[in-house]
Each structure stands twice: as C-alpha cells, then as structure tokens.
C-alpha cells in the first residue's frame, strides 16, 4: 500500500471512529417526516463518520491536486440530495435521550449530497492510489462489515471493563489499592476535577450555605424518605411524560410507543389507552379541571382528549396546516384557569390555543434554536419558556411581550418548573446544573450541583419545601429548597413529578416503566434505604428481567458516582453499600439460576 493509500485509510478511520463516539454519547436516534419515522442505530451513524472522513480525504486530494473533478462528484451528489427532497419532503432528527430535536431542509439536503459526492471521489482516489481491483461500493460493502465487527468490539471491551470493575468493589480489599492496582486512577482524578470545575458554576446569595455533599452522622435522625412502593408495566417503549390530575387519582404517561396511558394511580391499575399519535408522544398535560388531556408528538401535531367519557376531542391545526408546529412538539401546557393551550417545538417557537375550540391564537417568536419546555405560573401571569439556545424567556400573559432573558445556562434548558406561590422558577440544563430564579426580579438566586449528566426533569412540591431532579445520569435527587442542601437520590430516571398533596412522587423508571414513591418515617440510626431504595434492580435502575450485560453496566455507573473517592459524604458512602449489597443479590440469583440449569 502507498503512503497516500494509508492516507486515505486513516481519514477514513478517523470518521468511523467519530461516528461510533457520536453514537455512545447521542443514543438511539431517528428520522421522521412525511414517511413515518425509523431508528438510526449505531451502524448507520458509525458508516455515516467512515462516509465524512472519505469525503474530507477527498477534499484533501481536490486541494492538494487542484482536480475538478472533485467539484464535478460534488455537484451530481447535491443534485441527488436535492432529488431526494422533492421526493421525501421535509424531515427531522431526533435523538430524545439529548434532548435533541431539529427539522432538516432542502439546503442542507444539498449539502448532505455534495458530502456523499465528495465522498464517491476520495474512495475513487483511494482505491486508484492503493491498486485495488474492487468499485467504491464493493469498498462500501466491505467498510460496513468491518464497523459491525468493531460493535461487537466494543460491546466485549464494555463487557471486559465491566467485570474488571465489579470485581474491583465486590472484594473485601481496599479500594485505593484495587483502583492502583487496575490502574484507573487517572479516571478517578478526572472526575474529581470535573466536579471541582461544576462547583464552579454555584453562585448563592451570600446569606445562602454553599452547596456540598451533605455529610450525616449514622446516628442524624431522618425525618422521612422515600422508598419506591410499586413499579408501572405497560409501556412498550420509554416513558417520556406524566401528568396527575389535580384529584391526585389519574396518571396520564406518553411513551415512545405513541400511546398515552391512564392509570389509577392509587391502585396502579391501567385504565385506559388514547391511540391517534402517528409518532413518540414527547409531552402530556391535565387540563386544572381534570377533564381533558392534551399531548404533544414527534409527529408535529397536538391532540386533546376527554377524560370523562374517554374519547379523542380533536387535533389543533396552525391555520390551513396539517400540523400544529413544523418541529416536534416537546412540551404542552395548560394555563390555570384552563382556557389555554400553550405549547413549545422544535420549530423554535411557542403557540397559543384556544382549549375549547383548538384554533391557533397567536405565535410568540424569539428563541434562535428549538422549545423544549414551556410553563405557565399559577398566579398566570408569566410564561416562562426553555430552549435549545441556553436561554430562559418570560413572557407576559397579558401582553404576549418578553419580560427576561435569563442567560446563565451552559446548555440547553430541557425542563422548568414555578413554585406554587409564583415567586421562584427552576430551570434544569444539559449542563447537570440547576439554578433558582426570582421569577418577579430575573434574579439568579442559586445553582445546585450534584448530577453527573444533563437535568432532564424537575418538579416542586406542592408545599415549596422539595425539588426533585431526574437526570441523564440515571438517578433522581431531592433537595431541600430552603436550605439547598440534597436530601436523598433514588435510583430512577426522568420524568418526575409530585402528587397534589406531596405525599407521592412518580418517575420514570428503567425502559417503559414507571416507579411511584412514597414517604416512609425513618428510624433514629441511618437508613441505607433511604439513600438508594427499593429492590436490587430498583437500586442498580434496570429491570428484574434484563441480562448480566445491562446489570454490569448498571452497576460499573453507579459506582463511578459513588466511589469514595469521587465523593466522600456519608450517604454517598451507605449508597456504595447498597449498591454493592444490591449487586451481590444480582449475583446471587444468577448463580442459583446457573445451578439449577446445571442440575437438570
């Protein structure tokens, strides 16, 4: 092979391996438009970076050559990017694990195609300059069996870690030691100056405690915890949204299942499926009257649904269009008295409807990048709305004029919720941060830090005293408002919210379940319970069905967050007991299942 070959090979390399980075930290992603919608897994993305780096090979040959016939492959590739447009017709990426929402046009289309084409001239080159008999899409062909070997790679180096891992903290031996030993120490630093730099971002009023790790003694009595009490089955897909009726007695979820589900959230019994939603339903609310329903979907449109009899209503229209926005819609809401519909998309603005007739009654522009939450606070005087482009806007519910721009976010604003009383917003960003604002000055009063990935989900309790988190990180924190110190962390994941008495918190759980919390009175000596409760896959956050793979990677998360060296308060150390007791009993039970296979 020629200099140049391996050149060109390790372009190539080098966009293959982006792709498989993209794909580790994105998720599951999709595409959706006039033809329905389909999964991206990691193949395609992994195929799509050897496809880039081809095609910055070839740019690099056009330029370093000067040959036109680069810009010839390019143009036919955007002419058959185009082609593909007028075919297909607007489409849109999404990737819900990141919050991640945007519609893609006829130019990037273009753009997308002239890539392909550049791409077609360096694999031509390529195979010219290495004197290998075989077209670019034998090459092609060839390049995707390699990226399915490097998945199967991949999946036996996680599995390896894993087990280096879960060795390291079953062992009755010191951890330091077993650490120095597998030589993860650099790991360990990494994340200390990591979190070093997230407190960096906490900015109390002065009179404010500064926010840390709170360190309980074994004997500090706990007034009350939580403990999940039962977990939700239905939903073939994740759970993306709940809502409680202000009676406290019906749940409402929307799963990426396209169904939205009722249940007795008393007796955790199903009670009801709304089908209509052509895609993943993003979003759901309870009108204050606990009559109607409204959902928002990836498939661009808003429909609304009557609890009582339990039957569609209608689908809300932007004028002659077919849909209610041009972008996925990510959050609905209703206005306290229940006469509007607010909601916030992808398209990057937000849109009043009238609940009753489901006609369009204004659109409020100003975000540069997609909605994902909007809210109206109780007094309904303010709209406070979050988006993709780091910022906060309020809005005056009378006058539909801004009043803010709250600017302190390091990523996206995912979720947004106002205290009973109207004084105080909370804002949850891709940045694992949270922060507490005076909803009436614009003033930042606090940042609270503590998750590890982006802050998916936040919820207030009816009394003002407790915030809960769900992050990206697969743990959901509870933090006392007053005082901005951290309660307790549960192992669950977004959404969360409270019942209206405060007595019992819902989130979402691992895959298409939903956990329900309640408050549980703690004894005078420490509880392990109350730091990471439930059942050994409740505390591990996966499900009681799922295989060793998924258990062992579970497990290897937890315990980077947890380890005391990374964080060395009291509860994070009882939370490495429990987490370490839970897996044991993982352990346990797959060795007895081993047995007995083994006896028959």
Not at 143 to 149: A, F, H, S
Not at 285 to 302: E, F, L, M, N
Not at 311 to 331: A, D, E, I, R
Request: proline share 3%; glycine share 10%.
């Amino acid at each position: 092979m020629t200099q140049n070959s391996k050149t060109g090979a390790v372009f190539i390399a080098g966009g293959t391996i982006a792709g498989a980075g993209v794909s580790a930290t994105v998720g599951g992603m999709g595409l959706a438009g006039g033809f329905g919608a389909v999964g991206i897994g990691i193949t395609p993305v992994v195929g799509a970076g050897a496809v880039v780096g081809a095609a910055a090979y070839g740019a690099f040959k056009a330029i370093a050559e000067g040959d036109v016939a680069a810009f010839a492959t390019m143009g036919i590739g955007a002419v058959g990017g185009a082609g593909v447009y007028s075919v297909v017709g607007g489409m849109g990426l999404v990737a819900p694990k990141v919050g991640l929402a945007f519609g893609i046009g006829a130019v990037p289309m273009v753009g997308i195609g002239a890539v392909v084409g550049l791409a077609a001239y360096g694999i031509a080159k390529l195979l010219d300059e290495s004197g290998i008999s075989e077209t670019p899409a034998e090459l092609f062909e060839r390049m995707e069996e390699k990226v399915l070997q490097m998945d199967a790679y991949s999946e036996a180096v996680m599995e390896l870690e894993a087990w280096m891992e879960l060795d390291l903290f079953l062992s009755g031996e010191n951890f330091n030691q077993k650490f120095t030993a597998l030589e993860v120490e650099n790991e360990l630093q990494a994340l200390k100056v990591k979190l070093k730099k997230k407190s960096e971002f906490v900015t109390p009023k002065p009179s404010t405690p500064n926010i840390e790790p709170e360190i309980i003694s074994l004997t500090t009595q706990l007034p009350e915890s939580w403990r999940c009490v039962r977990t939700l089955k239905g939903h073939i897909a994740a759970v993306n949204a709940i809502a409680i009726s202000p009676d406290g007695i019906t749940l409402v979820s929307g799963s990426d299942d396209r169904q939205v589900y009722l249940w007795n959230l008393k007796t955790g019994k199903w009670l009801y499926t709304f089908s209509g939603q052509a895609e993943a339903v993003l979003s759901v609310a309870i009108s204050p009257d606990g009559q109607q329903i409204a959902s928002g979907s990836v498939d661009r449109k808003i429909s609304s649904w009557q609890m009582d009899p339990k039957k569609f209503l209608h689908t809300l229209f932007y004028l002659n269009s077919p849909y209610s926005h041009n972008g996925f819609v990510n959050s609905v809401a209703y206005s306290p008295d229940g006469a509007i519909i607010v909601s916030g998309a992808a398209d990057k603005t937000i849109r009043i409807w009238g609940r009753y007739t489901g006609t369009i009654k204004l659109t409020l522009n100003g975000h540069s990048d997609a909605v994902l939450s909007v809210t109206i606070s109780p007094d309904g005087k303010i709209l406070a709305s979050g988006s993709t482009d780091q910022t906060i806007r309020l809005w005056d519910v009378k006058t539909w004029q801004q009043r803010y721009i709250f600017t302190k976010h390091l990523g996206a604003v995912n979720t947004l919720a106002i205290s009973l009383n109207s004084q105080t917003l909370i804002s949850g960003s891709t940045d694992a941060t949270i922060k507490l604002w005076n909803l009436q000055t614009g003033e930042l009063l606090s940042t609270l830090v503590g998750h590890s990935g982006a802050v998916l989900s936040v919820a207030i309790s009816p009394d003002g005293k407790t915030l809960a988190s769900a992050s990206r990180d697969g743990i959901i924190k509870l933090w006392n408002l007053h005082t901005r110190k951290l309660l307790q962390s549960l192992s669950g994941c977004s959404p969360v919210a409270f019942s209206p008495d405060g007595k019992t918190l819902l989130s979402g759980g691992n895959g298409a379940s939903i956990k329900i919390w309640s408050q549980v009175q703690s004894f005078n000596k420490f509880n392990l319970d109350s730091v990471l409760s439930g059942e050994w896959w409740e505390v591990l956050g996966v499900e009681q069905s799922d295989n060793a793979n998924v258990v062992k990677l579970a497990y290897r998360r937890l315990a980077r967050q947890y380890h005391p060296d990374v964080n060395s308060s009291a509860k994070a150390i009882a939370s490495m007991q429990a987490i370490n007791q839970a897996y044991k009993e993982f352990q346990d039970q797959l060795n007895a299942h081993k047995y007995i296979n083994f006896d028959k």
